[in-house]
């Protein structure tokens, strides 16, 4: 898998299979509380219009995210055929920091 170099925009996003680093805010999410994956969500960036969005999967048990939460984010670039779907996916050992909460 390659690694692209820099923060990668999510509107950028091919399902390339490469390790991205993103900077997004989470729009929703569903704690799946169950199986792999762990956690689905929307993510949004200033790449995008206002309400794209591009899909997220957590298969990693430690990592939850929040809406109205902005992140770092270390993921692959997925592209997922069932759903004719371009996911972040993120990993076990996934890179994740929190920045700011847009709620407050």
């Given at each position: 898998?390659?690694?692209k170099q820099g923060l990668a925009d999510l509107?950028?996003?091919?399902?390339s299979g490469d390790n991205v680093l993103v900077n997004a805010q989470v729009t929703?999410?569903?704690d799946?509380?169950?199986h792999r994956p762990?956690?689905?969500g929307?993510?949004?960036?200033k790449s995008m219009n206002y309400g794209d969005i591009r899909a997220f999967v957590?298969?990693?048990p430690d990592v939850r995210l929040e809406p109205g939460k902005v992140y770092i984010l270390n993921g692959k670039d997925h592209y997922y055929?069932?759903?004719?779907?371009?996911?972040?996916?993120?990993?076990?050992?996934?890179?994740v920091k929190e920045l700011y909460d847009t709620n407050s």
């Open positions: 898998m390659a690694q509107a950028d996003l091919s399902g929703c999410e569903q799946l509380n169950s762990y956690q689905k929307l993510l949004w960036d957590v298969y990693d055929d069932p759903r004719d779907e371009v996911q972040l996916m993120l990993h076990d050992g996934a890179y």
